[in-house]
């Protein structure tokens, strides 16, 4: 990873920076990490890019306005600079209606790193790792071409220190992995892939494994054709589940329920899905994609029952909407780069397992849609509207059994709908990416072909 002698001595001193030139509160959130992008095209390595990042974020607030300057120039007079162009910026913008909270002071949250022997994999270990996943994926019996199989990982630190005495250090690594496959047949073309994002190459998975599930994905699909919309039982897989829960997360934003903007924004302690749903973000999950100690704001991370048995139960809250809500922290705010602000997000955002097998759904299904992929689901999508639709493939289901293979169809419903009445939830849960679901069924909604 990227080196910094003392990184929260570093930290610790551009926040003494900040209130030695005027700030009346401040906050520093460093990250460091080494970073390495890969990709694999028909045996051969098509790229390779390594970089080292060291990006410094300073908040400060002067007479309630808060400003935020960043930079990668942690030097004394870089320092200085950053300091001085933070509470210049402070100094002229006016107070805003609800001023930046900043985090009070905990014990030290400093975690364990997740993948300890990263930095000593060599590159010849990772190009092996792709060329496996590429072989076995070109190996699928109807596998035409290759679009590659591609690995990045960041290997590094954070910390964040504030002038209330919030001084929290932890490592982390972040890896992704994908690989893309084609097949053709009677002049069309057919895409599948497959994605996973670990905190630790233990959770890759076999290469071999991953490469195959591509590959067959892709040759699924020959002969998919349209069905006749209707109304039938939709089944989402952990490939296509996590789109609904992604949804969701805007109306159980804390900032949209103070603000009037969710449908959700009354509806705690009242049941708004079926009693087979319970959902939770887990950011203390050891083995989780997205493992944390505390958010971008110094909130130390917790597990959160989002929906209990059905039963809301809790919003996604930073230190602000935390405050307006009256509860306590969730440890939400989160930050995508050491160069944004904070914002509300999820971690390790999950539908918990049921005690079905996927095959058991799937026969207990008499007519409907085996949910391969969806595109499109991600436009209109609003805290205020509980509308769902997407562009699907697919199989369809008659009497049990996969019939044959769907593509240009679309689902629509109402999010509220569809929660409140999942009656099948599979075992088949898995950790592989940060907002997952297993296996689970909605009785009915509209599905558009013919």
């Known amino acids: 990873m990227s080196k910094v002698d ?3 001595e570093l930290a610790s001193r551009i926040v003494d920076v900040a209130l030695r030139a005027g700030a009346s509160e401040a906050d520093s959130y460093l990250r460091l990490s080494k970073n390495t992008n890969l990709s694999v095209r028909n045996g051969e390595i098509e790229s390779i890019k390594q970089s080292n990042t060291v990006g410094l974020a300073l908040r400060v607030t002067i007479n309630g306005a808060t400003a935020l300057a960043h930079t990668t120039d ?3 007079i870089g320092l200085m600079k950053l ?7 402070a100094k002229i913008l006016p107070k805003p209606k609800d001023p930046v909270v900043y985090a009070e002071a905990v014990e030290n949250l400093t975690g364990a790193h997740p993948d300890p022997a990263l930095a000593g994999e060599s590159m010849d270990a990772k190009v092996s ?4 996943i590429e072989d076995a994926m070109m190996s699928v019996s109807g596998v035409t071409g290759s679009g590659g199989a591609h690995y990045s990982e960041a290997d590094g630190e954070t910390v964040l220190v504030n002038s209330n005495g919030v001084e929290l250090y932890s490592p982390f690594s972040h890896l992704e992995l994908s690989a893309e496959a084609y097949a053709e047949k009677d002049g069309e073309s057919y895409t599948g892939g497959r994605y996973i994002e670990a905190s630790a190459r233990r959770h890759l998975k076999d290469p071999e494994l991953i490469g195959k599930d591509a590959g067959w994905r892709a040759v699924s699909q020959i002969g998919a054709k349209q069905v006749p919309s209707t109304r039938a039982s939709v089944i989402f897989t952990p490939y296509t589940g996590w789109t609904v829960l992604s949804c969701l997360a805007a109306p159980l934003r804390g900032d949209n329920v103070a603000q009037g903007r969710s449908y959700l924004a009354d509806q705690m302690g009242k049941q708004i ?9 887990d950011p203390t999950m050891p083995d989780g994609p997205q493992h944390r100690a505390f958010d971008g704001e110094g909130v130390p991370a917790r597990k959160i029952t989002m929906i209990d048995g059905g039963v809301l139960s809790s919003y996604f809250t930073d230190l602000s909407s935390a405050g307006k809500l009256g509860v306590q922290p969730g440890g939400h705010g989160l930050r995508g780069s050491y160069n ?3 914002a509300i997000g999820t971690s390790n955002y999950y539908l918990v397992a049921g005690d079905k097998t996927p095959e058991s759904i799937i026969k207990e299904t ?7 992929s969806l595109a499109g689901w991600w436009v209109g999508i609003s805290p205020v509207n509980d509308a769902f639709s997407s562009a699907v493939t697919g199989f369809w289901i008659e009497d049990g059994e996969i019939a044959y293979p769907v593509r240009s169809t679309s689902i629509a419903g109402s999010l509220r709908e569809m929660l409140g009445s999942i009656d099948r939830v599979g075992n088949d849960l898995d950790f592989l990416a940060p ?3 297993p296996t689970f069924r909605v009785p009915e909604m509209a599905i558009s072909g013919v």
């Open 340 to 342: 944004s602000k904070p």
């Open 83 to 89: 300091a001085m162009q933070a509470v210049d910026m």
């Open 273 to 281: 899905a079926a009693s087979a749903v319970t959902i939770i973000d």
């Open 435 to 437: 907002t997952t679901t």
């Open 129 to 132: 790792r792709l060329v496996a």
């Open 366 to 372: 008499k007519r409907g849609l085996l949910l391969n």
């Open 74 to 76: 942690t030097g004394q």
């Open 6 to 8: 003392n990184p929260v």
